[in-house]
C-alpha cells in the first residue's frame, strides 16, 4: 500500500456506483481480506469469516437478499462478512501461533481462555456483541486496504440476515453483519460528505 493512513481515510467515500464487468483477481480478493484479518478482536478470537460474492449468479442470490441493490451486482465483488458466535470455545486454537511465534505464554494463553469461558459461555448477548464488534472492524479494515490499493467500497447493513444466511450457507453459529461492495467507482458518486463538528463529538475529561 503506497497511500498513507492519513491520505486513505480522508478519500473514502461510500462508493453506490461501480464499473460493473470489472472482476477482481483471486490474489487481490486474498490480499484484501489478509489486511481485514489484522483488525483487533477481543482475546485476539478473530472471530469473523467473508464470503467472496464474485459469480454473476450468486451476485444475483445476494442482490434479492439486499434489497435489490444494483451494486451488489455492479461491484467487482461483494463481501459477506460474518461475526462467529461462541468464538471462546476455538480460543485456545486462535492463540496457539502466537504461542508458537513466542509472543505469548502458554500460562497467558491458558489465563484468557479460562477467562473467556467464564465470560462467554451462558451469555450469548455477549457473544453477539463480540460477532458484530469483530465483523464491523474487519470490515472498516477491509474497506481502508480497498481505498488504498485504489479501489472504492461500500458498507451495506440493509439487507435480509435470514435470506443470506440461507442462500449462502451460513451455519447457526455465524451472523452476517456487514456487505461490502468492493470494487472500480464509476462517474456520479459523491464525495465523502461532510462530518459533524469535533465540539459536537468529541468530550475531553
Not at 497511500?3 to 487481490?28: C, K, M, T, W, Y
Not at 480478493?29 to 449468479?57: C, D, G
Request: aromatic share 4%.
Amino acid at each position: 500500500m503506497t497511500n498513507s493512513i492519513h491520505n486513505v481515510v480522508e478519500s473514502r467515500a461510500s462508493i453506490n456506483h461501480f464499473q460493473p464487468n470489472r472482476p477482481l483477481g483471486g490474489d487481490v480478493i486474498a490480499a484484501l481480506v489478509n489486511h481485514a484479518t489484522k483488525a483487533p478482536s477481543a482475546y485476539n478470537m478473530q472471530n469473523w469469516r467473508f464470503i467472496a460474492v464474485q459469480s454473476e449468479a450468486a451476485k444475483e442470490r445476494l442482490k434479492a437478499a439486499a434489497f435489490e441493490q444494483q451494486k451488489v451486482v455492479d461491484a467487482s465483488v461483494a463481501f459477506i462478512v460474518c461475526g462467529k458466535l461462541a468464538a471462546h470455545t476455538q480460543l485456545a486454537a486462535a492463540l496457539k501461533p502466537s504461542v508458537d511465534a513466542k509472543i505469548m505464554e502458554q500460562k497467558m494463553v491458558d489465563g484468557w481462555v479460562a477467562q473467556a469461558s467464564i465470560s462467554h459461555t451462558a451469555d450469548p448477548a455477549l457473544q453477539r456483541d463480540e460477532a458484530v464488534r469483530s465483523a464491523s472492524l474487519a470490515s472498516m479494515t477491509l474497506m481502508l486496504a480497498a481505498q488504498a490499493m485504489g479501489l472504492g467500497s461500500c458498507a451495506m447493513s440493509g439487507f435480509d440476515a435470514t435470506k443470506v444466511t440461507l442462500e449462502f450457507g451460513i451455519s447457526a453459529n455465524e451472523l452476517p453483519v456487514m456487505i461490502v461492495a468492493v470494487g472500480h467507482p464509476a462517474a456520479g458518486n459523491w464525495p465523502q460528505k461532510p462530518r459533524k463538528a469535533l465540539s459536537e463529538v468529541l468530550s475531553v475529561v
